[in-house]
C-alpha cells in the first residue's frame, strides 16, 4: 500500500537508515555486540524453546541526543511539524511535559528506530521490516481514536477461558511472549514462577479508546478495584502486579506499579475463577462505585482488605471495625440474620461473632463473614435500607424475600 504521506515516509525512512548506519559504527567503534535477553518459552508436550532477543531500547535511547544532532534527524522533524496529526499523536503518548519537537523525536522518531531494529534484529537493514512499522506508524498517526492497554499479571487464580469483568475489564491467559515483544527485560518485573505455575499465567486486562486529546485511564487504581472485586467475590488470595504494561495504539506507553493494596499477595489457597464467581466480580466491581457516597461502605471496605494481609489481634480489630461500619453496633445480630436462613446454622454464626465483637479473635467463620457480608451490601445496592430491613425481621416483623448470598 502506498504511503499516505511520500515525503514523510521518505524523510522517516532516511532518518532510520542514517540512524542505522550510525549505530552499527558505535558498536564497530566500541568492539562490542548489542546485549539480549535470553527468553525461555516452554512447550505444552516437548521441551522448552529458548530464544534470544537483542535490546535495542536501551543502546538507542542511549544514544538519542547523538541522533537528534544529525542532518536526517532535522530534516524528518521538519516534515513532521507539517502534520497537524503528529503533533497530536506524539502529545498523547509523551504527555503534556515535553516540547513539541521533544515530544516528536521521541515518540515518533527514537520510537520508529527502535521498533525497526527489533523487527530486524539488530541494526542489519531490512527494507519489509521499515515498511510494516511505517505502516503501522501511519494508522495510528492518521487515526481518529487511540487504543490504550494494561496489563498485570495476577498470582492466586487461575481461569480456563477468559473473563469479563466489564466493558473495558477482563481476565485472560497470558500469551507466549506477550510483554517480552513489547519488553524485553520484562522478565526480571514479573512475579516469580509466572506463567509456569497453576496459579500463576493470567493476567488482568484494562482497555479503552480514546478520542482526541483524552488522556489515557487510571490504571493502577481501576485494576486496583478490579482486584478487590474479585477477593470479595472468590476469597482468594489474589495479587496483581508488582508492575502494570501500557500500550498505546499498539506501542509501548509505559510501565506502572500496581497499588500496593492490589500488589500485596494475602495468604490463602489459590482458587479458579469460574463461571459463576466472574459475574458476581463484575457485578461487584460495578457496585464498589457505591462506596464514594456511603463512607461507613468506603470504611468497611477498607478495613476487611487491611485485614487480609494482618495477623492476630490486628486483624481481628480490622474485621470487627469493617462489620461495625458496615451494619452497626448490634453487627453481630444483624450479620447472623443476614447471612444464615436455617436457626441452627444462624446462631452458630451468632456465636462466632459475639465472641470477635467481645474481643477474641476471628474465628474463620467469622472472618469469611465479613466478606459475605460486604457482598451482600453491595449487591443490594444501598446499605441503610439493609440494616432497617434486618432490624424488622430481628423485631418479629417480617423481612423481605432472602438477599443471594456468596459463599
Avoid at 456511603?294 to 487480609?308: C, I, P, Y
Wanted: hydrophobic share 45%; aromatic share 6%; charged share 30%.
Amino acid at each position: 500500500m502506498a504511503p499516505r504521506s511520500p515525503q514523510l515516509h521518505h524523510a522517516l525512512r532516511a532518518f532510520t537508515l542514517g540512524g542505522f548506519a550510525y549505530l552499527v559504527r558505535e558498536l564497530d567503534d566500541a568492539g562490542e555486540s548489542l546485549p539480549f535477553a535470553f527468553e525461555e518459552h516452554e512447550g505444552k508436550a516437548g521441551p522448552a524453546l529458548y530464544e534470544y532477543r537483542p535490546l535495542v531500547r536501551d543502546f538507542v535511547e542511549a544514544r538519542a541526543e547523538r541522533l537528534r544532532g544529525r542532518e536526517d534527524a532535522v530534516i524528518a522533524l521538519e516534515e513532521l511539524a507539517r502534520e497537524p496529526a503528529a503533533a497530536i499523536y506524539a502529545r498523547a503518548h509523551a504527555g503534556r511535559d515535553p516540547s513539541e519537537d521533544d515530544a516528536l523525536f521521541r515518540t515518533v522518531l527514537i520510537d520508529l528506530l527502535i521498533r525497526v531494529a527489533e523487527a530486524c534484529g539488530g541494526f542489519d537493514w531490512d527494507d519489509e521490516s521499515f515498511e510494516r512499522a511505517y505502516a503501522e506508524l501511519e494508522r495510528s498517526l492518521f487515526g481518529e481514536r487511540r487504543t490504550y492497554a494494561a496489563v498485570a499479571p495476577l498470582v492466586g487464580i487461575s481461569t480456563g477461558v477468559q473473563r469479563e469483568l466489564g466493558e473495558s475489564l477482563r481476565v485472560r491467559a497470558v500469551a507466549d511472549g506477550e510483554l517480552a515483544r513489547h519488553w524485553p527485560e520484562a522478565k526480571g518485573l514479573l512475579p516469580p514462577g509466572f506463567g509456569r505455575e497453576a496459579d500463576r499465567y493470567c493476567v488482568v486486562e484494562l482497555r479503552a479508546a480514546l478520542g482526541a486529546g483524552e488522556d489515557v485511564p487510571d490504571a493502577p487504581a481501576e485494576i486496583a478495584d478490579a482486584i478487590s472485586a474479585i477477593r470479595l467475590a472468590t476469597a482468594a488470595p489474589l495479587a496483581a502486579g508488582p508492575v502494570l504494561f501500557e500500550t498505546l495504539d499498539g506501542r509501548p506507553y509505559g510501565i506502572r506499579p500496581v497499588l500496593p493494596i492490589a500488589a500485596t499477595q494475602p495468604p490463602g489457597e489459590a482458587t479458579r475463577l469460574d463461571e459463576f464467581r466472574a459475574p458476581l466480580a463484575a457485578e461487584l466491581l460495578v457496585r464498589l462505585g457505591l462506596a464514594d457516597a456511603d463512607t461507613n461502605l468506603a470504611e468497611a471496605l477498607d478495613r476487611w482488605e487491611l485485614s487480609l494481609f494482618q495477623h492476630d489481634p490486628f486483624r481481628s480489630e480490622q474485621l470487627r471495625a469493617a462489620l461495625g461500619a458496615l451494619l452497626g453496633t448490634t453487627w453481630p445480630l444483624r450479620a447472623a440474620v443476614l447471612l444464615e436462613p436455617e436457626p441452627e446454622r444462624r446462631e452458630a454464626l451468632h456465636v462466632e461473632l459475639a465472641a470477635l465483637a467481645d474481643g477474641g479473635e476471628a474465628a474463620p467463620a467469622a472472618a469469611d463473614a465479613a466478606r459475605r457480608a460486604l457482598v451482600e451490601v453491595l449487591r443490594d445496592g444501598d446499605r441503610p435500607a439493609v440494616v432497617a430491613r434486618l432490624d424488622r425481621m430481628l423485631l418479629g416483623l417480617g423481612g423481605p424475600a432472602r438477599l443471594r448470598v456468596a459463599s
